[in-house]
């Protein structure tokens, strides 16, 4: 089997849940050396007046560019500068346009015309440490909707052994209630 060397990984990701796949990156591939920066589109490549060769050509960029760690690259809107974010540091905030906005304030970088134009922090990278990076399976991921029986899901998740749950909310950032 030959080997070759890679600089940088670019994956091309549905922007509704780009952020949460940023952070497990992070995470999952802290050992792996080389910066993985996500990316995707407002609009298909097929429209007009798609983002979407913007965003792939910036996220090539930011990939050849950047320190080891996950990170999302967006435009949003063709031909204007992308932003880059640490993949840990990133959340959507809007459905058009500049869609995704820093946690903390400031993004990592920026890619304009080609090339990462400016750095603004370090990207805050977890230590591998050697240790081993899997899912466990022992997490439960839960999406909340109207009527869920949460006391049924919190009985079968203490009795199944589970370690964790993931609660996704409605895009509000509202849950269900029990009433009565």
């Known amino acids: 089997v030959e080997s070759f060397a890679v600089s940088g990984v670019v994956v091309l990701h549905g922007t509704d849940t780009a952020a949460y796949t940023a952070a497990a990156l992070t995470f999952l591939t802290a050992d792996a050396g080389v910066p993985v920066v996500l990316t995707g589109s407002n609009l298909p490549a097929t429209e007009?007046?798609?983002d979407a060769p913007t965003n792939v050509r910036d996220a090539i960029?930011?990939?050849g560019s950047l320190g080891r760690g996950a990170y999302l690259s967006f435009s949003g809107i063709r031909g204007e500068l992308s932003l880059v974010f640490a993949g840990t540091d990133v959340s959507?905030?809007?459905?058009t346009g500049r869609a995704f906005s820093s946690v903390k304030g400031?993004?990592?970088a920026s890619v304009v015309d080609g090339r990462l134009a400016r750095r603004y922090?370090?990207?805050?990278?977890?230590?591998?440490?050697g240790?081993?990076?899997?899912?466990?399976?022992?997490?439960?991921?839960?999406?909340?909707?109207?009527?869920?029986?949460?006391?049924?899901?919190?009985d079968?998740?203490?009795?199944?052994?589970?370690?964790?749950?993931?609660v996704e909310l409605y895009p509000t950032g509202t849950g269900?209630?029990?009433q009565g």
Do not use: E, F
Request: glycine share 8%; net charge positive; hydrophobic share 45%.
């Open 48 to 50: 007009p007046d798609s």
């Open 61 to 63: 960029v930011a990939a």
């Open 92 to 95: 959507k905030t809007a459905a």
């Open 106 to 108: 400031r993004p990592v």
């Open 121 to 129: 922090q370090p990207a805050n990278v977890p230590a591998s440490g």
């Open 131 to 154: 240790q081993s990076r899997r899912i466990d399976d022992r997490v439960l991921a839960l999406t909340l909707y109207p009527g869920i029986d949460l006391r049924l899901l919190a």
């Open 156 to 166: 079968a998740a203490l009795r199944g052994g589970t370690r964790g749950v993931v």
């Open 176 to 178: 269900p209630t029990v």
